[in-house]
């Protein structure tokens, strides 16, 4: 079987960890490598965070790269109500004990794009800092992108905790109108899907029960969850692993085509996903966008994953740094 090449970048963050857990357990996917974003915390913190996720799967193969200090044109905003101090409270990681990379993640992505006799996929489940910058730095390699899996945005509803946009384009909205207007193909995971994607707080002990990581994806959804909790949701919503699971199998999510822009001047709808349902203004769709989810078989595909992450750990550990 060939597997799919990705590149992740991520701002860790208790759903992007449950998201590299499930790259790194796929027999579909070749992770090429993890870049680091400023969103859910500062980069120091997101970058150790993607590394102790990585040490805690002995996957030190796996070369991690950190991203840009900040967006492009607006101030740091982080999501420390919902992530914690460190980004990702909640269970005690390892420190990690390979180095980060000496590249830059945009330049580590253009190299790894470079390097790759095939089309590669982008998955972004944060601020679309590093993804924009690298198609502004590097425009023919474009061409080396099959597509750009993203978590972000909604067409129905935002969650930033400021206006009515959703937290990932908000962060960098001037990152997200250079992605969705670059012409690349764009897959969609807002909330709109995610939302509804969840982990629910009784079928935690299932992940308990199925090992250590399991135990790990538990502890996960027990810190993030805390919130969801106490306003009445039915479960934890696991927002960026839906990229992961789409790109496993697509089968698991209703998708609609349709034309997706940005809002860059709103007072209070800045950084909004404005998606055109129906194609009644005519524009060309430039995304497939994600409406609705099986959960439970997602919620199995999250179960095996455990299982699958331990069976891989420490596969390539005696080649560690080397990529």
């Not at 420390?80 to 830059?104: F, K, R």
């Not at 590669?120 to 502004?136: K, Y």
């Not at 959804?221 to 479960?235: P, S």
Request: proline share 5%.
């Amino acid at each position: 079987m060939n597997k799919i090449p990705i590149l992740m970048d991520c701002d860790p963050g208790h759903d992007d960890a449950i998201a590299i857990i499930l790259a790194l357990s796929s027999e579909k996917l070749n992770v090429l490598g993890i870049t680091t974003a400023c969103g859910n915390q500062t980069i120091e913190k997101t970058t150790k965070n993607a590394q102790g996720i990585c040490e805690f799967l002995g996957r030190r193969d796996v070369p991690v790269a950190q991203g840009r200090k900040a967006p492009l044109l607006t101030p740091v905003y982080t999501a420390g109500i919902a992530h914690g101090e460190s980004g990702l409270d909640g269970p005690q990681l390892p420190e990690p004990a390979v180095p980060l990379q000496e590249e830059s993640a945009v330049v580590f992505m253009a190299r790894k794009l470079e390097e790759s006799g095939e089309p590669v996929t982008l998955v972004p489940t944060g601020p679309l800092t590093n993804i924009a910058v690298l198609l502004l730095c590097y425009p023919h390699l474009i061409q080396k992108i099959d597509r750009i899996v993203l978590m972000g945005g909604s067409v129905v509803s935002g969650c930033s905790g400021r206006g009515a946009s959703e937290f990932n384009i908000m962060v960098d909205p001037y990152a997200a109108d250079i992605v969705f207007t670059s012409g690349i193909p764009i897959v969609m995971m807002g909330l709109d899907v995610t939302n509804f994607t969840t982990i629910g707080f009784d079928e935690k002990e299932k992940f308990r029960r199925a090992g250590r990581v399991g135990a790990l994806v538990a502890d996960l959804a027990d810190y993030f969850g805390r919130g969801f909790e106490m306003v009445g949701w039915c479960g934890v919503p696991v927002h960026d692993a839906c990229t992961i699971a789409y790109l496993i199998d697509p089968t698991l999510f209703t998708m609609r085509e349709m034309n997706v822009r940005i809002d860059l001047s709103g007072e209070f709808t800045m950084g909004s996903t404005v998606g055109d349902s129906y194609g009644v203004e005519g524009r060309e769709a430039n995304a497939l966008v994600g409406l609705a989810s099986d959960r439970e078989r997602f919620v199995e595909l999250l179960l095996g994953a455990g299982a699958g992450a331990e069976k891989g750990a420490g596969r390539n550990e005696q080649n560690s740094g080397l990529n």
